[in-house]
């Protein structure tokens, strides 16, 4: 079946960088689109940066300049490279695409999530 495995999370001084990974693995006909959202306890998860099957991004404000998503098709991976992290930053990372496999025709997969700290 379709996995989503993350890596990368940790804890890190601000200013400081970390690169998420998100791999799926799986029957994966087509990816729609890819993202990355988080989620600290008093807020609703959030969108914080997408690609969509053709390359278009988008990012939330909050994270413009600072952040950027990337992809390889070839290997059912999205990342995230995170520059100049702010203690706000901190938060659970979850990786979502949005494909087509063998299951379903239009799927919605998550990651398990990966704790990001940044530390003042």
């Known amino acids: 079946q379709v996995q989503l495995v993350e890596s990368g999370g940790g804890l890190v001084q601000a200013g400081g960088s970390l690169r998420l990974s998100c791999a799926a693995s799986?029957?994966?006909?087509?990816?729609?689109?890819m993202g990355w959202y988080r989620q600290t306890p008093g807020k609703q998860r959030e969108l914080v940066a997408g690609?969509?099957?053709?390359?278009?991004?988008n990012y939330a404000d909050s994270v413009k300049g600072r952040f950027t998503i990337s992809r390889d098709n070839a290997k059912n991976t999205v990342y995230l490279q995170m520059n100049s992290l702010k203690p706000e930053d901190t938060a659970v990372y979850y990786c979502?695409?949005?494909?087509?496999?063998?299951?379903?025709?239009?799927?919605?997969?998550w990651g398990q999530g990966t704790q990001v700290t940044v530390s003042s």
């Open positions: 979502n695409f949005v494909a087509t496999t063998r299951d379903r025709p239009y799927g919605d997969y």
């Open positions: 690609i969509s099957g053709g390359g278009s991004t």
């Open positions: 799986g029957s994966i006909f087509r990816i729609n689109a």
